[in-house]
């Protein structure tokens, strides 16, 4: 299957800063969207991007859709305690055709508060 | 606002037993799907559903799985001879059209012992 490589695999940061993470591919993908995981629930969707370059936002929450179709960016502005789970980048790939997601292998965050 | 719902929540089963997940897709979308995550891991693509067909499979999905729409709002998963190594949370997911977001279930905790 596809590989969606995300960093930093976990990351601990203090309440109010800003948390950026990355998910990367070696091969191209029409579609990223940003996940939220928190234990023993099912992923929530935060953001969906459609083309290359697209920046979008989502209240403290942007995302971008990396210009080489390769990569996108997830940023949290002054984080808070409830942003603490695993964050999952996810994607169509124009390679296999299908409409299938392919995930990311996860960056968990932690909130100090 | 609109979810896909699962049940049960956790099932606990027997090796050799079957089993059937339950889903219920947002009531207007199209596409329906299962996925998988090992404790620990990222998310697996199963199987999507279309037009009350398989439109694609994983190698995962192998012949003691199946998948079925019985009515107009339920979406199930059977895994016909459950192995120890079936042991995962497996969620449901739906999307209105093909290759867009997908809303994931909160799950089934799966226990093969």
């Known amino acids: 299957g596809q590989q969606l490589n995300q960093s930093p695999q976990s990351m601990f940061i203090q309440e109010g800063e800003d948390v950026s993470m990355n998910c990367t591919s070696s091969?191209?993908?029409?579609?990223w969207l940003w996940y939220k995981q928190d234990p023993g629930e099912g992923p929530v969707l935060l953001i969906a991007l459609y083309k290359a370059g697209e920046l979008t936002s989502n209240g403290r929450l942007t995302a971008q859709f990396g210009i080489t179709r390769k990569d996108s960016f997830l940023n949290i502005s002054a984080s808070i305690p409830s942003d603490v789970g695993i964050y999952f980048c996810?994607?169509?790939?124009?390679?296999?055709?299908?409409?299938?997601?392919?995930f990311g292998t996860g960056t968990r965050l932690t909130v100090i508060p | 606002e609109p979810e896909v719902t699962q049940t049960p929540s956790h099932q606990v089963t027997q090796m050799g037993q079957e089993v059937i997940l339950r889903c219920v897709p947002i009531?207007?979308?199209?596409?329906f799907y299962w996925y998988r995550q090992i404790l620990g891991q990222k998310v697996e693509f199963l199987v999507s559903f279309y037009n009350n067909e398989i439109s694609e499979k994983s190698e995962i999905f192998d012949d003691q799985f199946s998948v079925e729409r019985p009515d107009g709002s339920n979406f199930t998963l059977k895994i016909r001879s459950t192995k120890l190594e079936d042991s995962a949370m497996y969620f449901c997911?739906?999307?209105?059209?093909?290759?867009?977001?997908?809303?994931f279930g909160p799950g089934t905790r799966l226990t093969v012992l």
């Open positions: 091969s191209i993908f029409n579609t």
């Open positions: 996810a994607g169509h790939s124009p390679k296999t055709g299908a409409n299938n997601l392919f």
């Open positions: 009531s207007n979308h199209l596409y």
């Open positions: 997911a739906s999307s209105l059209i093909a290759y867009n977001e997908q809303f």
